[in-house]
């Protein structure tokens, strides 16, 4: 089983609709971020999450809004879903790292989302 | 704010060829990563460089962070088809975060 998953994986809504976005990961890992993803940009972190309590804004979080239900959960909302907001978006994870070793994050599927 | 400048935005070879991609920055750095994206999937880190002048290998993959700690060159020898993606590479800031460049896409033909 993959130890991020992300639901729905391909979405079509339209202008203005609320949805929501989900991120379940079974590595026990405390630190969750939300990437968009749009060609010739690389990935840019709407937002960030170190554990339950805390929750941080990224590069690009207006338009967003996060929850983070559980460690293990942590979903993504547009809204009022506008057409600019149509991208690929990614969940990770990571466990921080340690003093000397820099974090690895580790990416779901992503999520294909078309707002008309 | 901070930027990573990664390039060419998209390579086309032909399978057998060497292929290199690099990344350069304003910033100093002290940890340089590169990622690979498969079709459909999300990104998956290759390999991780900590040391300023630092050369790693992960079978044809071998990274290099540049001794100005403001930039690394990824190459990967004799090319195969599924080599095919997304190459991202990425920077770890103080504040814990992640940033990345804007990827070069490689297309490798049989």
């Known amino acids: 089983d993959a130890d991020v998953t992300q639901t729905p994986r391909n979405r079509i809504t339209k202008t203005g609709k609320r949805i929501m976005l989900e991120c379940s990961q079974t590595k026990g890992h405390d630190r969750m971020y939300w990437y968009r993803q749009d060609p010739g940009l690389g990935l840019r972190l709407i937002y960030y999450s170190f554990d339950v309590k805390d929750i941080n804004k990224g590069e690009i979080s207006d338009g967003y809004s996060v929850s983070r239900q559980a460690q293990a959960k942590f979903s993504l909302s547009l809204e009022s879903a506008i057409p600019n907001q149509t991208a690929l978006y990614f969940c990770?994870?990571?466990?921080?790292?340690?003093?000397?070793?820099?974090?690895?994050?580790?990416f779901g599927p992503g999520t294909r989302l078309l707002v008309l | 704010g901070q930027q990573l400048n990664q390039s060419p935005q998209s390579m086309f070879i032909q399978e057998g060829e060497d292929v290199s991609m690099n990344c350069t920055s304003s910033s100093i750095f002290n940890t340089w990563l590169w990622y690979k994206q498969d079709p459909g999937e999300g990104p998956v880190l290759l390999i991780a460089l900590y040391k300023a002048g630092e050369l790693t290998s992960n079978g044809r993959l071998t990274a290099q962070f540049g001794i100005t700690r403001k930039d690394s060159f990824l190459n990967i020898s004799a090319s195969i088809p599924s080599d095919v993606g997304i190459y991202f590479c990425a920077v770890n800031t103080g504040g814990f975060k992640t940033i990345f460049g804007a990827g070069t896409r490689l297309f490798v033909k049989a």
């Open positions: 990770a994870t990571s466990d921080g790292g340690g003093a000397t070793i820099q974090e690895t994050q580790y």
